[in-house]
């Protein structure tokens, strides 16, 4: 069953790589018309009527957040990998958890700039929580070292 949940997730996560990937491609072609309709659904659109004044920025800010995403997804299946081998405790594992901070922390970073050009609060709420879920990262990318190496020390007594 586990083998199932696992292999479950690994498939959403190759799934939304792949969107991702596809939408990233499309950002500077399809920014405008997605601005143009998310106007037309919400009534409050203020957070998207600054995205045309101030159309490459966003779309450089998008493109930039849309990649780390990318590379943190990258990360997570390659990790996913390792827990249906059921290997998890390895070094390459450790370091995706602190190449996912760093990610995290530079996606909070271009979020924390952009709004120099135009603010919206729901860039400082994803910053924040980028911010946190790099620390946690690297927090755990700490865990799992020192796991890995118990799990070496371990191997080398048998």
Same mark, same amino acid.
């Given at each position: 069953?586990?083998?199932?949940?696992?292999?479950?997730?690994?498939?959403?996560?190759?799934? &939304?790589? &792949?969107?991702? %990937? +596809? +939408?990233?491609?499309?950002?500077? @072609?399809?920014?405008?018309?997605?601005?143009?309709?998310?106007?037309?659904?919400?009534? #409050? !659109? !203020?957070?998207?009527?600054?995205?045309?004044?101030?159309?490459?920025?966003?779309?450089?800010?998008?493109?930039?957040?849309?990649?780390? &995403?990318?590379? +943190?997804?990258?990360?997570?299946?390659?990790?996913?990998?390792?827990?249906? =081998? #059921? =290997?998890?405790?390895?070094?390459?594992?450790? %370091?995706?958890?602190?190449?996912?901070?760093?990610?995290?922390? &530079?996606? !909070?970073?271009?979020?924390?700039?952009?709004?120099?050009?135009?603010?919206?609060?729901? /860039? +400082? %709420? %994803?910053? /924040?929580?980028?911010?946190? /879920?790099?620390? @946690? !990262?690297?927090?755990?990318?700490?865990? @799992?070292?020192? /796991?890995?190496?118990?799990?070496?020390?371990?191997?080398?007594?048998?």
């Amino acid at each position: 069953m586990n083998n199932k949940l696992d292999r479950f997730v690994k498939a959403i996560l190759d799934f &939304c790589f &792949c969107v991702g %990937i +596809i +939408i990233e491609i499309a950002v500077p @072609f399809g920014l405008k018309k997605a601005v143009e309709l998310m106007t037309r659904l919400w009534r #409050d !659109s !203020s957070a998207y009527s600054a995205i045309p004044d101030n159309y490459p920025v966003s779309v450089c800010s998008i493109m930039i957040v849309g990649a780390f &995403c990318i590379l +943190i997804m990258y990360e997570l299946r390659r990790m996913m990998q390792t827990v249906i =081998d #059921d =290997d998890a405790f390895v070094q390459q594992n450790v %370091i995706s958890l602190k190449r996912m901070g760093t990610y995290a922390f &530079c996606l !909070s970073i271009v979020k924390l700039l952009r709004c120099f050009v135009y603010f919206t609060p729901a /860039a +400082i %709420i %994803i910053a /924040a929580a980028f911010f946190f /879920a790099g620390l @946690f !990262s690297k927090v755990l990318s700490r865990v @799992f070292d020192k /796991a890995v190496r118990y799990k070496e020390e371990n191997d080398l007594t048998i």
